[in-house]
Structures are given as C-alpha cells and as structure tokens.
DNA sequence: ACAATCAATTAATTTTATTCATAGATACGT
DNA sequence: ACGTATCTATGAATAAAATTAATTGATTGT
C-alpha cells in the first residue's frame, strides 16, 4: 500500500519543488508520477499536494509523508549498503558520530590503528545530528557514539575510554605561563578562545567560571584547533583545550598548560553503542582498542 | 529494491515458519513468495536463506534483513494508520508509555477529562519497551512519556507535571501506624510488598533502605495496587506507595501512610515528548492539562 | 497575447508480479 | 523400506500493474 516508491516521489517533489524535476531525477516521466500518486491519493483518501495552479504545495498529510520519508528512507538505503557490503564479504560500515571536539582529537588516535587491524571495514564519522548523538544512536543513523555525556539507559551501552585533565593554554610569553594554576578571577581580563559551540556546553563556563559568576573580558569562536593554538602563542588569547593536545602541541608552538582551579578539571570520555550490537565483531573491537589505549 | 513487500514476507516467513505458510497469511501463493525472494537475492547477490532440505534458515544477511522488517515494517503500519486519520478528519491517536507504577496512577487522572475535551483523538498505552521509554520515544513507538526519569537531551523535551511524596502504606492496626516517621531499621522485621520491577528501580530500596544497609524481613511482589493495599489492609505487609493514592482509598481501606524517614521521599513524575512534536495541538493539549492537575 | 511551463488524463504498451502446474527433495509414519 | 505428505524451486502462461506517449487545460511571465 504506502510503498517505498511514493516516499521516494515525495521527497524528491520536496527536493526539486517539481513533478517534472522530480521525474527527470528519478529516470521516469512526469506522468508515472503523477499516475502513481494519484493512486496513493485514492488508497489513502487524502490529498498529499494541493494542486495551485501549476505549483504543488503539500497538504498536512503530505507534510507529515515527507517526514516519515526522510525519516525512512535514509535507513532503507542504509539497510541495502549492509546487505552488498554481506554480498561482498565485506564486515561492514562503522559510522561514528561525535559530540565534542576533543572526541574528535581523540578518536584520530584510534582510527588510525584499527583501520589497519579492520581493513575490510569502513569508518564514517559524523558529526551533526537532527536529535542529538542519543538520538542518532536509537534512530540508527550511527552505530557508536563518542562523547562526554553517556546515558546508562536500556538498549545503550557506554563505557569510558579516555581520561584527561582539562587546562588553560596561554603564550609561553603569558604572565601566567609559570603559574601552578589558575583561579577563576584571572580570566576576568582575558580573550578567551573557544570552539563554536553554546557556552553552558563548555567545561571552562559550567565548571569554572559559571560557578565563580566571573565572565572573561571578551569571547572569540575559533574553529579549529590549529587555529586557536596559534592564536594562543601569539597572545591574542587564552583558550580551554585537553591537557595531552597541548602538551603535543607544546614542541612546535609556544604555549604552555595551565591547571584550572587548585584541583584542575577532570574529564571523561565514553563510548557508546547499542546493546542490540553488542556482538558484531568489528564494533567490540573497536571498545577493544580504545581500552588498549587507556593504558 | 528493496521494497515493503520484501520485508513483509521476511518477517512473515520468520513468524510462520514456512515459505507457504507465509503465502497463506499474505493471501499469495508460495510460488509467489519463492520467485519474489528469489528475484531480491539476486539483485543483492546475496542469499536470504539457507535451503536445508524442505526448511529454510536464515542467514547471517537474511537476520539483518529480519530485524530491519520488525523495525521499519511497525513505522510504516503506523505511518498509513495516521493518515488514514487524517483521511477522515480525526486528530489522530496519542501513543504514551509509561514507566512507573505510580505513572499510571496519575496517568489514569489526567486521561478521563483528556478524552471528554479531545473526542476525535484515541489514547493508547504502552508499558512495555524494549529499548526502554526513551528509546520508544526516539523510535517512534509512543509519543508521550510518562516517568519518573526526565532526560534532558537534543531532540526531547521533559516537563515535571506531578509532585507526590512516597510514603510507608500500614494497617491501621499496626504498630508504626501513629508514628510521625519511619527510619530504615524498623523496617528490617517487616514484610515489604512491592510491584515486580528491579529492587534498585524501587524508591525504598534505592532512597531508604539501601543507603542504611537495611534489608526487609521478607520481600513479596504484588501485581496491582488494589490487591497490595487489601494485602496491607490485613496486616500482610508493608508497602510504599505516593501519599495521594493511599489517601484516597484511606476511607474504604483500613491503610494509613507513614512518612519514610524524618524528610520524607519527594518524588516527580515528568511529561516527555519529542520536540518536532511541540505544535501538534492534541498533544500540547495534554501538557496543558497535566499542568492545569498540578495546581 | 503569446510562448513556456507544469500537472492531469486517456489509451497504448511495456514491465512486473502472480498463478498454475509440476518437479525435486526431505521428513514422517506404518 | 516404501509410500505419502509437505516443503521449496522452476518454467511457462496469465493477470495485473506500472510506465509511456501524446495531448489537454491551466497558469505564469514577458
């Protein structure tokens, strides 16, 4: 009855803003869309387009269509990339999805050894998700997900894999390039350089400034790491970044670590799966050799 | 390629066990099933069934295939059974899950006056998932959630509608039932009725019990709450139940509550949903009346 | 007012799905 | 051990469905 073919038409209508569009894409004519629709419309006994003139325009049924089809869809053309990578004798697709920057220096260390070790298996990183990387895990959109926030709930499984101290990078030059640490009140005169992302989700705002009700003197968004070191080493600013990222960091350029706060910050990072997965293979291993590299 | 049809009858012949069983069901022949299934293997290249004599098994592609089936098949029934409401003018169905005994409870409350003001909009409840509520919420299985457990994740949005205290339900005849309070060790000669769920789930064991080290004399599970209290009532037992529900059938039971410890046990019980949901009015409505209860 | 563009429609055609009839294989009962 | 019942697979015939070609009517922009 609702078959693949009508989710396919309506998303590509949706895409193309057309039947003939959509039709010239899909290698059919504008009539055998119009036809097979117009079936569906019957069997449904509800208009998916109101027809205005020569322009389609997608009534609440067919809003709510194009929602179940690029909802559907991506995991039907997902099951079919499994089943030739079965046909092959391939092991399979690994798509990761990520929620922090430093997953993502940490993950580089990973991949690299176990694309070696799994070369019949391909790694996919993702990065950005409709419903958050929880979301992307129970709708299948990824298969393992790295991040700092794990969520023990039935159907997810998550395990920490990597521990590390959270610091402060300044110029080596930095008035405070030789202290034992820093307090909350020193920022309140500086640049401080981030990552693009909302500021209660950064460790040095909810762990450390937020709490001392301090706000740094201005607020830069860098997008990538490179950038903000350098940044950093020529003084234009202070940034938050993982304890063992500087200190690789620290031959090539001129920055240094500082601990935040007497105790310093401490993070974790997890990865997660689905339980359902728990036994292919090449997904355990991958746990495998991220509690390898713990050690 | 891969069609409805193809899922259909994998998940068919799984549950009939038998290519022409399948076909029975399906209202097909089995020649038709054998040439369609045949005609998929050989466009994925490869095979969906180990033919062992006159019986089929799956095979390692085909089991993927299967839990596919029993994942798309479910959204897509669910996608025709909403628009065929929308077909004849009905809002549509409210599909909330439950996670908590005391949920249903309040759930009860807030249903009756719900389906007086909303008559074109059935409510169905689930309590039973196997991915858990959110995981149901994720998936599609329900559209509102009912727990004790709010997750404030991308993609979800939780609201407290229901503030109750869990207290000790006794006989009036009992010797705690004048006490003010009861501390975990008076509990260690009691027999403690409780739903089945896991002990750690339990408010008492997790709030109460657990964190003085105390354990009851004896631990009996009880399907319903009528039958606990009945149990309760003639001096059975013990149980822990919100304060509200124990008054209310305070005047037909011989049952009073008792504060658990000198704070008491303050509960929540929160409203879940999915944020693309937020303007379905049916749905919004429900919300709005959870908040009206509150108060 | 005219050309261009788009969706709907009808009838013809092609493709696909399904059935019928039958063969081959295997389990089961006697 | 033999016959029977019960599976699945297969080829040819048939029914059903999807698709096309050709055309119409409507609308937009110039």
């Not at 799994?118 to 993702?126: F, G, H």
């Not at 307090?183 to 709490?211: A, C, G, H, M, W």
């Not at 940044?231 to 993982?242: H, K, Y």
Request: proline share 4%.
């Amino acid at each position: 009855m609702l078959e693949r073919s009508h989710l396919t038409i309506i998303r590509e209508v949706d895409r193309q803003g057309s039947l003939t569009a959509a039709a010239g894409v899909l290698c059919l004519t504008q009539s055998a869309l119009s036809h097979t629709m117009k079936k569906l419309e019957q069997a449904l006994g509800t208009d998916i387009w109101l027809r205005e003139g020569r322009s389609l325009r997608l009534t609440q049924a067919g809003q709510y269509l194009l929602d179940v089809a690029n909802r559907l869809l991506p995991q039907l053309d997902r099951a079919e990339e499994r089943l030739s990578q079965y046909a092959q004798g391939q092991r399979g697709t690994l798509r990761i999805g990520m929620e922090c920057h430093p997953c993502y220096q940490w993950l580089l260390k990973i991949v690299s050894p176990y694309l070696a070790q799994w070369s019949d298996v391909d790694v996919d990183v993702k990065q950005k998700f409709q419903f958050g990387g929880i979301g992307a895990l129970f709708g299948f959109e990824i298969d393992l997900l790295v991040t700092p926030d794990p969520l023990y709930k039935p159907g997810l499984r998550f395990e920490p894999v990597f521990d590390y101290e959270q610091v402060l990078v300044v110029s080596r030059h930095h008035a405070l390039a030789m202290a034992t640490h820093v307090e909350p009140e020193q920022l309140s005169s500086e640049i401080l350089l981030t990552y693009p992302v909302e500021t209660d989700r950064l460790d040095i705002y909810n762990q450390f400034l937020q709490p001392a009700g301090i706000s740094p003197k201005r607020h830069k968004v860098i997008e990538t790491t490179e950038i903000m070191l350098q940044m950093v080493a020529s003084g234009r600013g202070v940034a938050a970044l993982p304890r063992w990222l500087v200190e690789r960091y620290a031959n090539e350029m001129e920055v240094v670590p500082v601990r935040l706060g007497q105790q310093g910050i401490a993070k974790q990072i997890f990865l997660g799966a689905r339980e359902a997965d728990a036994n292919i293979d090449y997904l355990k291993a991958f746990f495998e050799l991220a509690r390898q590299q713990m050690s």
